[in-house]
């Protein structure tokens, strides 16, 4: 069984609020930590404060196309395209080639964002 844990600041956060994911069939799917919304409005003001008003978009634009590219080819957190596609499936109910579909479109948008 996958767990999902909190990350911020690029570290695993640990959460004392564990939800349990079930799929479609309502068998466990995922251990998801969930993040308390004073931390959420937190991240969020800190974000806000360091985001100057006229900066230069174009290394944001590149990292959201390079993190499509990666979406679309890579394992990320221990997770293939496939993989991720199966487990979406398996928690919607959705048919995995809809999943596939989804996740290719996402990544293809992500990489061509500019």
Excluded: F, N
């Excluded at 079930?22 to 919304?37: M, S």
């Excluded at 990320?76 to 395209?81: V, W």
């Excluded at 979406?88 to 992500?110: F, I, K, N």
């Amino acid at each position: 069984m996958r767990e999902i844990p909190i990350w911020r600041g690029g570290r695993e956060r640990a959460s004392l609020d564990v939800r349990m994911l079930r799929d479609y069939r309502g068998r466990p799917l995922a251990k998801v930590a969930t993040a308390p919304a004073l931390l959420v409005h937190r991240a969020v003001a800190e974000l806000r404060a360091a985001a100057e008003p006229e900066a230069d978009l174009t290394a944001l634009w590149d990292r959201i196309a390079a993190a499509g590219r990666l979406l679309d080819a890579a394992e990320l957190g221990g997770c293939s395209p496939e993989e991720h596609a199966r487990l979406v499936t398996l928690a919607t109910g959705a048919p995995l080639t809809d999943s596939r579909r989804a996740l290719a479109e996402l990544a293809r948008g992500m990489a061509q964002v500019r």
